[in-house]
T-cell receptor
Framework: DTGVSQNPRHKITKRGQNVTFRCDPISEHNRLYWYRQTLGQGPEFLTYFQNEAQLEKSRLLSDRFSAERPKGSFSTLEIQRTEQGDSAMYLC?????????????FGNGTRLTVT | DQQVKQNSPSLSVQEGRISILNCDYT??????FLWYKKYPAEGPTFLIS?????DKNEDGRFTVFLNKSAKHLSLHIVPSQPGDSAVYFCAASHAGGTSYGKLTFGQGTILTVHP
């Protein structure tokens, strides 16, 4: 069990640039989640996939954000035209589907700094 | 609108004593509750959970209590150890249907256990 893997660990970008993060879930997990955490706050739900289908998106996810999970394996989260307010830790998590009460397994996150 | 609140930003405890972390929620639809622990530069790690049909769940040194009428839960750690020093997040979800992975987190409590 290699756990949930996220790359890169850190990303520094200038305002207005596009960035993309990758998440590799635990291999047998068909649910994948993206969360965002800012300083002093708990993680906030952004979106989740079951296999390749994106089933729910938070109102927090503006039009500049897009997530994909081609073939139901890894996922990418892209932020276009980054703003300073996008600076945060972006966390990916996975879980088995259809297992009520199965907790989410989180990766170590990608820390984004927008200058 | 903070649906899950952890009103104590920090807690300091002596090694061997009991640590009690508290959490309040406002959404009556929440029926599944979890505690996560987070070390610096790592993602949250699942600790223990409880469903709304129970009022207590125990796992080794960790016990979670749920008081549905008060919309309050607590995590007891006994005996506390220096390795327990971390940020603890309370989380809740409405597990019915497909949303059990969509967690709402509290702001976290920093626990420091002194040797």
């Amino acid at each position: 069990d290699t756990g949930v893997s996220q790359n890169p660990r850190h990303k520094i970008t200038k305002r207005g640039q596009n960035v993309t993060f990758r998440c590799d879930p635990i291999s047998e997990h068909n649910r994948l989640y993206w969360y965002r955490q800012t300083l002093g706050q708990g993680p906030e739900f952004l979106t989740y996939f079951q296999n390749e289908a994106q089933l729910e998106k938070s109102r927090l996810l503006s039009d500049r954000f897009s997530a994909e999970r081609p073939k139901g394996s890894f996922s990418t989260l892209e932020i276009q035209r980054t703003e300073q307010g996008d600076s945060a830790m972006y966390l990916c998590a996975s879980s088995p589907a259809g297992t009520w009460g199965s907790p989410l397994h989180f990766g170590n996150g990608t820390r984004l700094t927008v200058t | 609108d903070q649906q899950v609140k952890q009103n104590s930003p920090s807690l300091s405890v002596q090694e061997g004593r009991i640590s009690i972390l508290n959490c309040d929620y406002t959404n009556s639809m929440f029926d599944y509750f979890l505690w996560y622990k987070k070390y610096p530069a790592e993602g949250p790690t699942f600790l223990i959970s409880i469903s709304s049909i129970k009022d207590k769940n125990e796992d080794g040194r960790f016990t979670v209590f749920l008081n549905k009428s008060a919309k309050h839960l607590s995590l007891h750690i006994v005996p506390s150890q220096p390795g327990d020093s971390a940020v603890y997040f309370c989380a809740a979800s409405h597990a019915g249907g497909t949303s059990y992975g969509k967690l709402t987190f509290g702001q976290g409590t920093i626990l420091t256990v002194h040797p």
